[in-house]
């Protein structure tokens, strides 16, 4: 089965605080993990890549990986109203043929 | 500069009339892929492709047509439109190395059958 779950929302966070969003797949041979951002009618641009179990930082973002448990999440610090936005997790499922396979998306609101 | 072009970027037609939504990249990329986004449901993949010549079926085919003559063209082909193809198309392309490689995504295509 190819399934991306993710959270659901919508999430709100205050400004300046830290949005936490989750994220399970199905498929244990996966090894490339992505988080999209996508603001409505726009299309998604990639926010962080990660393929190996840990912390990857990019400035304000976190991805985490756990392939044992088949969880990849993001943490947002020190959010903005620009935040606001649809966030997808997409995972590149190689058991079915490096198929890209999209979550739902959780819709996140930075309050001012 | 680097990127994925699609047109038409939106288009109203009729139920039964052929329509071909182009998708081109400038990035060398042997894989292709097309979604489609409906509220709620997400983006789901319609067809994929791995390289010239080669194709694959998504989570949601039926109703389109793909092609992969060259490698930097993708077209979704719509033989005979229906109300319920009426979405956000999106085509989105990546390079795959080895086991890395983003989807680099064009700026969409909004589709309406009547």
């Known amino acids: 089965q190819k399934e991306v779950e993710q959270n659901s929302g919508p999430l709100s966070v205050p400004e300046g605080a830290i949005a936490s969003l989750n994220c399970t797949y199905s498929?244990?041979?996966?090894?490339?993990f992505f988080w999209y951002r996508q603001y409505s009618g726009k299309s998604p641009e990639l926010i962080m890549s990660i393929y190996s179990n840990g912390d990857k930082e990019d400035g304000r973002f976190t991805a985490q990986l756990n392939k044992a448990s088949q969880y990849v999440s993001l943490l947002i610090r020190d959010s903005q109203p620009s935040d606001s936005a649809t966030y997808l997790c997409?995972?590149?499922?190689?058991?079915?043929?490096?198929?890209?396979?999209f979550g739902p998306g959780t819709r996140l609101s930075v309050l001012p | 500069e680097a990127q994925v072009t699609q047109n038409p970027r939106y288009l109203i037609t009729v139920t039964g009339k052929k329509l071909t939504v182009t998708c081109s990249q400038n990035?060398?990329?042997?894989?292709m892929s097309w979604y489609r986004q409906d509220p709620g449901l997400g983006l789901r993949q319609i067809y994929y492709?791995?390289?010239?010549?080669?194709?694959d079926k998504g989570d949601v085919p039926e109703g389109y047509k793909v092609s992969r003559k060259e490698k930097r063209n993708f077209p979704l082909i719509l033989e005979s439109p229906s109300p319920n193809q009426t979405s956000l198309y999106f085509c989105a392309s990546s390079p795959l190395t080895a086991n890395t490689g983003e989807l680099f995504f064009g700026e969409g295509s909004r589709l309406t059958v009547l």
């Open positions: 492709s791995m390289n010239v010549e080669v194709t």
């Open positions: 990035m060398n990329h042997e894989y």
């Open positions: 498929d244990r041979g996966s090894q490339s």
């Open positions: 997409a995972v590149n499922m190689r058991s079915y043929g490096q198929n890209f396979v």
